[in-house]
């Protein structure tokens, strides 16, 4: 899955309007049972992660496609490494 597409995705369907962690444990029903899903959601974030770090613009787009709205990247990169950490804990709790 191409990352910017997956991240969009991530940000406009799953968080939208919701909390990070409301947006998590829908993401995380989906993947709970699809291996694939899961290494794509894990991909498209961490791809976002590296995007911030060499200061492409592209994550902050994408992240405000969602209720949420960043200006600059280190917000993006927060918002995102919050994401991640939440994401593998849900999906920790939730499959193991």
């Known amino acids: 899955m191409n990352w910017e597409k997956g991240l969009g995705?991530?940000?406009?369907?799953?968080?939208?309007?919701?909390?990070?962690?409301?947006?998590?444990?829908?993401?995380?029903?989906?993947?709970?049972?699809?291996?694939s899903c899961h290494n794509d959601f894990l991909s498209c974030i961490e791809n976002g992660i590296n995007s911030c770090k060499q200061n492409e613009q592209t994550s902050i787009s994408l992240?405000?496609?969602?209720?949420?709205?960043v200006r600059n990247l280190e917000s993006a990169l927060e918002i995102l490494?919050?994401?991640?950490?939440?994401?593998?804990?849900?999906?920790?709790n939730k499959c193991n």
Not at 12 to 34: F, H, K, P, R
């Open 9 to 35: 995705n991530i940000f406009g369907a799953y968080i939208n309007q919701q909390t990070l962690e409301d947006g998590v444990e829908e993401m995380t029903d989906v993947s709970a049972d699809d291996i």
């Open 81 to 92: 490494q919050d994401l991640m950490e939440a994401y593998k804990e849900s999906y920790s």
């Open 63 to 69: 992240i405000n496609k969602s209720g949420y709205q």
